[in-house]
């Protein structure tokens, strides 16, 4: 297996599950180790084993093993992967617990730095990939309602971890765990869960406002679900204009786009009343109206651009 410690590299967040076996560049973690099907369990068994004894950090020597799974997953037992989704929450969860103290320090080295944006790159990658495996298959209720396992993504996604970056954080970490949570969206059963929304960050606003139109049109029931996570987005994390962003863009569509939609008009007209039942000091300067088909009456919901 890779000796993370003898080169310290960076993991460059691929487009493609595949491209991480491939040669990178000067400094650019490539996967060593592709573990067979056959020897993954006893290599998970290790990870674990490694995580009890080392910390979450053990993920920089255990990456091949995740990364296996990833490219056996069609062809792994349900509990092996349930096992490895366990193994990467708990990994997460422990990176929530410690890098705090990291961030608030003045005293970090650049090696130090490295190595735990590293161990977040890893983690967060394996963790949203599996994700939206289970998402894909028919085995979506152990992502969306396992019990206890909620809060330990809920707290890892609201540090502030931007400072792990010399740059601007890279937007292939971004896109990884955006497409995640949207894929995680598709669900139906997501509308009955309640929860905080996650925080947007990185200027994914114009990303997001584009999503939740694009989720609004082929999943009716998630009007209440981004209504929620649109108000908190305005009102808690400053995110001002997703608000006007989103009515703008449900605006611009035609009258004959919106009368071959009907459900999108629904699911529309639904959001838009919803999220002014949660910020209800907008006012009436715009207003948008949809009639449904067969001559209902119109949903209206007034909206400040």
Known sequence: MYDYKMDVVGL???????????????????????VS?????????KFKAALRSQGPLCILEH???????????????LGVKEDALDTLLQVVSGLATSLPA??????????????????????????CKLSENFESEAYRQCIITAPGK?????????LDIRSLWNLPVDEEFISCVTCC?????????????????????????LGASVKVIQLLQHFEQLSSVFAQAVSVWSTEYGVRGIIGEIIREIGQRSSEELARDSAGVRAFA?????????????????????????GREPHNACCRV
Do not use: W
């Open 37 to 45: 099907p056959k020897h993954l369990p006893s290599h998970l068994h």
């Open 150 to 158: 909620g809060g330990k993504k809920g707290k890892a996604s609201q």
């Open 63 to 77: 990456f091949d093993t995740g990364y296996s799974l990833l490219q056996h997953c069609n062809s792994m037992e």
């Open 102 to 127: 990291l961030l608030l320090s003045i005293s970090v080295t650049a090696a130090e730095r490295k190595e735990k944006l590293n161990a977040v790159k890893m983690s967060v990658y394996l963790l």
């Open 181 to 205: 949570c949207y894929k995680l969206l598709e669900n139906p059963t997501i509308s009955h869960v309640k929860s905080k929304p996650p925080e947007i960050k990185y200027n994914h606003i």
């Open 270 to 294: 639904s959001f838009i009343a919803e999220l002014g039942t949660f910020v209800p000091e907008l006012d009436a300067q715009h207003q948008c109206a949809y009639h449904t088909p067969g």
């Open 12 to 34: 460059f967040v691929p487009v493609c599950v595949g491209d991480l076996v491939k040669s990178g560049g000067i400094n650019q973690y490539v996967v060593q180790d592709v």
